[in-house]
């Protein structure tokens, strides 16, 4: 549980300085095709995603699980590491990863409802963004300016709308500590504003781009494929007429190494 008075709320926009210089270079330095798509339905639908800290199974499971690791990436993004760490500025993050969303996406409106999360709180770091881009929360949006860190209430019904460019953001999730105390004490708390045409997005069932699977369900579905005799190109064929969302964020459609890659990742 999270102490009394320190409940959360919808908009915390931290005093800690980010280095935007840094954070960018680390960014930049990500090779294209580690990005996935998300796995949530029609829920995070425009989104693309890279687990920096969490579980390996290839599934959603991943970003709530108790089997925590780092993954390989991290080590190779010096400031990312140090804002996660537990020497960094809010004390150990449990969980990070990258959220990248399509000019003019949408994520639907939602709440994070995994237990797990509750006694967090999700801290996003801005690394590309433009002024159309808004989190709503509770019915009150809040643009999340780069060069801060941010928080708000994920148990709340939030979503989120973007602009014309790709908006990317660090999140993570931190435990209870003295860091993320002091950090919350210095924190300035935002009303955010009521914008309806933001609401209205945010309920309109838009999907943008269709989430991937997960690597369990799509490698079930190429095991039934091939019990039926096909072959590589064809069940490639097949998950192109089916239009099925592709595993990678960039990919539209499926070739015959996306198939493989697949069916040899771990489970």
């Known amino acids: 549980m999270l102490p009394p008075g320190y409940e959360k709320k ?19 330095s990500i090779p294209s095709e580690t990005w996935q798509a998300s796995y949530w339905g029609d829920i995070h639908c425009s989104v693309g995603m890279l687990l920096l800290r969490g579980g390996t199974q290839g599934t959603q499971e991943d970003f709530y699980c108790s089997q925590v690791s780092d993954h390989a990436l991290l080590g190779r993004l010096d400031y990312i590491r140090e804002l996660i760490d537990t020497e960094g500025p809010f004390g150990g993050a449990t969980y990070a990863f990258l959220f990248r969303m399509r000019p003019n996406g ?6 994070d409802t995994i237990e797990r ?28 300016a780069a060069g801060h860190a941010w928080s708000f209430d994920n148990q709340s019904r939030h979503g989120v709308v973007n602009g014309d460019e790709e908006r990317i953001h660090l999140i993570f999730d931190v ?9 919350i ?10 914008n309806q045409s933001h609401i209205d997005r945010i309920h309109a069932k838009e999907k943008a781009v269709p989430s991937y699977f997960g690597d369990p369900v799509v490698r079930q579905g190429i095991q ?4 039926r005799g096909m072959g590589d190109e064809q069940i490639v064929q097949f998950f192109n007429a089916k239009r099925v969302p592709t595993r990678n964020y ?11 890659q697949v069916e040899s990742a771990s489970v």
């Open 10 to 28: 919808s908009f915390r926009r931290f005093s800690q300085a980010v280095d935007l210089d840094r954070l960018r270079s680390d960014f930049e």
């Open 117 to 144: 999360w509750f006694d967090m709180y999700r801290i996003h770091v801005p690394i590309q963004t433009n002024p159309d881009a808004f989190l709503i929360a509770d019915n009150r949006s809040q643009h999340f």
């Open 185 to 194: 004490d210095r924190a300035e708390l935002l009303p955010g504003e009521v």
């Open 106 to 111: 949408v994520t639907l409106v939602h709440r």
């Open 175 to 183: 435990a209870w500590n003295p860091k993320l105390k002091e950090q």
């Open 250 to 260: 960039y990919d539209q459609r499926w070739t015959v190494d996306m198939i493989r």
């Open 224 to 227: 039934r494929l091939r019990s």
